[in-house]
């Protein structure tokens, strides 16, 4: 098309009629103008997209490495369990990791295909584990079975603010599909669970 006016402008400047000059120049600049900010537009919206796929990743990352927090405290608080209640505390730390080792591999299997591997990243996600569980819980030698089921109900319960933080983003971004909300409302209510039974042993 630029070749085209361009054919025109050299005829017109030979013609001498600036006034047909000046108004295709005009056009061009317009429309090279509207190039730049359709391009603009195009690089924002790509941005935007990009910066929605990184939350949505971070969001995930957050969630499946708290319920790998969870599983791995549960575990070493079943191993650890001692005293007067220690095999009543053993065999409630079994359920508890039992039922999150189930729904680890629950959520990648629903996300990948959404998301990819990057919020699986077994480097990063050590990471996330180790700081969310000291941030809540600690473990030091001979602690007692009280102790631990204290330290567990404080990551559960952490559990279910990730959960809530995770269903209200993807819910808000349009992507919570029914399978996605059935499987978060299921993982939901396992911890709601765990919640409940420590509660009750600490009283």
Known sequence: ???????????????????????????????????????????????????DQSDEINVAASLFSQLKANLEYS?????????LSGYADHLLFERIYDENQKELDKIPEKLIPVLGESFINPIEISVLVSEKIKSVSEFKD???ST??????????????????????????NSKLSLGLDDLITE????????VYLLKQRLK
């Open 1 to 51: 098309m630029i070749n085209k006016f361009s054919e025109i402008i050299s005829f017109a400047n030979k013609v001498n009629n600036k006034n047909v000059v000046g108004k295709i120049n005009n056009f061009i600049i317009t429309k090279n103008a509207q190039n730049v900010f359709d391009e603009s537009n195009d690089s924002t919206d790509s941005n935007e997209i990009e910066q």
């Open 75 to 83: 575990q070493v608080c079943h191993w650890a369990a001692k005293g």
């Open 142 to 144: 001979n602690m007692d």
């Open 147 to 172: 102790e631990l089921v204290q330290n567990l109900f404080n990551c559960e319960e952490v559990t279910l603010n990730e959960i809530e933080t995770f269903r209200a983003f993807f819910e808000k």
């Open 187 to 194: 993982i939901h209510n396992t911890h709601q669970s765990h």
